[in-house]
């Protein structure tokens, strides 16, 4: 592993996301800071998870096909050519924090890939992790707490 990274002017590593982001607020997505993407890749994924919520990790976005040369993905943007899935909420695209008790850990992992996927707009988490499986050049992550009040 290598200095890839995924960082955030919103939020530092491990601190509260802004109620923007959230379902308190406009509810879109952060804007988020790539760096270091291994020379080899061909595509980026994203994660992003809730593993504090009751019952299981609740999904709140999944994108693929991100631009290897992508710097940052801008507040309430989607890269261009890149394509998003459905999130828990059973719907497309970002979808914020919205705990229904306590604060929550919000994880942001970012994936290098070896190759461009092929998936259609209804794919979910688990349908992006078995197409990235045996892809993965790199991984970073981006932890934020959320608490609604």
């Known amino acids: 592993m290598g200095t890839f990274t995924i960082s ?6 491990g601190g509260p996301i802004p109620s923007k982001y959230t379902c308190d607020g406009p ?3 952060p804007l988020l800071v ?21 019952g299981a ?8 096909n991100i631009q290897p040369a992508t710097k940052a993905i801008r507040e309430d943007t989607v890269p261009p050519e890149a394509s998003q899935g459905v999130n828990d909420f059973q719907n497309p695209g970002y979808g914020g924090p919205c705990p229904p008790s306590g604060t929550h850990r919000y994880f942001f992992r970012l994936y290098a890939l070896n190759t ?4 259609g707009p209804d794919t979910t988490r688990a349908g992006l992790e078995d197409a990235m499986e045996g892809h993965i050049l790199d991984q970073a992550e981006l932890v934020g707490r959320y608490g609604r009040r």
Request: glycine share 2%; proline share 10%; no cysteine.
């Open 34 to 54: 790539i760096e270091g993407v291994p020379a080899n890749a061909q595509s980026l994924a994203l994660i992003m998870d809730d593993p504090d919520a009751p």
């Open 116 to 119: 461009s996927l092929d998936l």
């Open 27 to 29: 509810n879109v997505n």
């Open 57 to 64: 990790t609740w999904v709140h976005w999944v994108v693929w």
């Open 8 to 13: 955030s002017t919103a939020f530092k590593p």
